[in-house]
């Protein structure tokens, strides 16, 4: 979109998906934000329409984040930033890289286990969840299982529910299988470059978004960052859970609408 001679320029609504998802989990977006900016949902590296992430090729969020730092470009334009889970991780490290031209941030379940497990005060029950995947076998170290059917199955049930790869329509599988190697590189990024300190989130306004019913993780990395970043404002929404952006977005639309008014006014 182009702004008209002499207007003030729009900011610029940036918004970053997670790991096998596509910009189409950012479809729909109601009025009370598409006109608030200009809306920029570039696809992460690897994913459509972009092309393919060869297997071996070694990948991790700074490599996402310098992408969509290209997408966004230098015009100097104010930048808000909307990002889930994985995109929450790339949208940090974008903060990072823009500094002050970054405006605002919504975060949904930005995962950071790899900082998570660096953590003393754990409950039982979350330390047994993020260590149950640090200490498995295979699935963040085998690279000739990584995005396979069976390391997308153990994926997909965790952040949906047990028999949830099995319950997907072959169509739906078939379509995630070819960018399955790049997500099995951005799971080992939230591992291994997923960091809790660091940021800059008392920088400028910030919403961290949380479902009730989401993983133990997810829950316990907001409320560390909250911890952290006590100006942060935190949504947890009684009836959502990790990928409630897909089964009942308007339940995020509302909170990402709240958001937008207390950082434009």
Not at 42 to 57: C, D, F, H, K, Q
Not at 83 to 97: D, F, I, N, P
Not at 189 to 208: I, K, N, R
Not at 247 to 260: I, R
């Amino acid at each position: 979109m182009s702004n008209s001679p002499g207007a003030a320029a729009k900011p610029l609504l940036v918004f970053i998906h997670s790991t096998g998802t596509t910009p189409s989990l950012w479809a729909g977006l109601p009025e009370e934000i598409t006109r608030r900016g200009d809306i920029l949902a570039p696809a992460n590296l690897g994913y459509p329409p972009g092309p393919e992430v060869l297997r071996g090729t070694k990948l991790t969020m700074r490599d996402d984040a310098a992408h969509v730092l290209e997408a966004i470009g230098d015009d100097g334009r104010d930048v808000h930033i909307f990002a889930h889970s994985y995109g929450g991780l790339v949208g940090l490290e974008v903060q990072r890289r823009l500094g002050a031209r970054v405006r605002s941030m919504f975060l949904y379940e930005p995962v950071l286990p790899g900082g998570l497990a660096k953590e003393t005060d754990l409950d039982e029950p979350t330390a047994l969840e993020v260590h149950g995947f640090l200490n498995h076998p295979w699935f963040l170290s085998d690279e000739a299982r990584g995005g396979t059917d069976p390391w997308l199955e153990h994926f997909i049930d965790f952040w949906n529910k047990p028999g949830s790869w099995s319950r997907m329509p072959e169509a739906a599988k078939a379509a995630m299988r070819p960018f399955g190697w790049k997500m099995f590189q951005e799971v080992r990024s939230v591992f291994f470059d997923g960091e809790l300190d660091g940021h800059a989130l008392d920088a400028v306004p910030t919403t961290l978004f949380v479902g009730a019913r989401s993983p133990l993780t997810s829950r316990a990395i907001v409320r560390a960052l909250a911890k952290r970043h006590p100006s942060a404002r935190v949504v947890e929404e009684e009836r959502a859970s990790h990928m409630t952006l897909l089964t009942n977005p308007a339940l995020v639309h509302s909170a990402m609408v709240v958001h937008l008014e207390r950082a434009l006014g």
